[in-house]
């Protein structure tokens, strides 16, 4: 079956640091990709997304690129802030409507 | 903005106890799911249903059921809780036309199972 592999956390960083959470899928064909952050207390929103290979997705800074050759999706950010500070999960979404996450990756950013 | 409210954040039951979990969504999404939240395993889906009274098994299902009276509710029961059913409940629902639309989540339900 489909699955999604990231890096685990935590990660802890400086303010103005840069970002890299790694993350690999494999799956059945060409699924669309996910980042999906989950801050203290909430539920997880939807942070960016790709669709097809070499879609690159971006919000609030942060990006990623599907790269189908290897199979990744790697989240990246140039200067992260402590109020990135959250849970990261990216998932892969294939036939059927069906999202795998992977068992994400806890950012700890400080001062 | 899509709103998908869970009932309780917080809920403490017995072991043996029957317990429920509430998610309402106001978008009329056709999709919704239960998904279950433990460190260190991410997100594992527990149930989900495409249509009213419809459901389907996910990846966990064993020792929940699920209920889907209306199109906007999506109740998980625990039929006799155990402790090893402790954990973050995610409830999230999507609309069923595209598949690269995303999962809208609510703030989840920690249960915790004495």
Same mark, same amino acid.
Request: charge should be neutral.
């Given at each position: ?18 970002? =890299? ?6 799956? =059945?064909?060409?699924?669309? @990709? ?13 942070? @960016? ?25 790697? @989240? ?22 069906? @999202? =795998?996450?992977?068992?994400? =990756? ?6 | 903005?899509?709103?998908? #409210?869970?009932?309780?954040?917080? $809920?403490?039951?017995? #072991? ?18 239960? !998904? ?6 991410? $997100?594992? $889906?527990? !149930? ?60 989840? #339900?920690? $249960?915790?199972? #004495?």
């Amino acid at each position: 079956g489909d699955s999604v592999t990231q890096m685990e956390g935590p990660v802890t960083l400086s303010e103005e640091a840069f970002l =890299t959470i790694n993350c690999t899928y494999t799956a =059945t064909g060409y699924p669309s @990709l996910f980042w999906y952050v989950q801050y203290p207390g909430e539920g997880l929103q939807l942070l @960016l997304k790709a669709t097809k290979a070499d879609d690159k997705g971006s919000n609030k800074g942060f990006e990623a690129t599907y790269r189908k050759e290897t199979t990744s999706f790697h @989240l990246e950010k140039g200067s992260v802030q402590v109020s990135d500070s959250a849970v990261y999960f990216c998932a892969a979404n294939n036939a059927g409507n069906m @999202l =795998t996450f992977g068992g994400g =990756t806890r950012l700890m950013v400080k001062p | 903005d899509v709103k998908v #409210t869970q009932s309780s954040r917080y $809920l403490v039951k017995r #072991t043996g106890e029957k317990v429920f979990l509430e998610c309402v969504q106001d978008m009329d999404h056709e999709n919704m799911f239960w !998904y279950r939240q433990d460190p260190g395993l991410g $997100l594992r $889906l527990i !149930y989900f249903s495409y249509d009213v009274k419809m459901k389907e098994k996910g990846d966990i299902p064993e020792g929940y059921s699920v209920s889907r009276e209306k199109k906007e509710r999506f109740s998980l029961i625990l039929e006799s809780a155990s402790t090893n059913q402790t954990s973050m409940y995610l409830c999230a629902s999507h609309r069923g036309s595209s598949y690269n639309s995303p999962l809208h989540f609510g703030n989840g #339900t920690r $249960l915790t199972v #004495t």
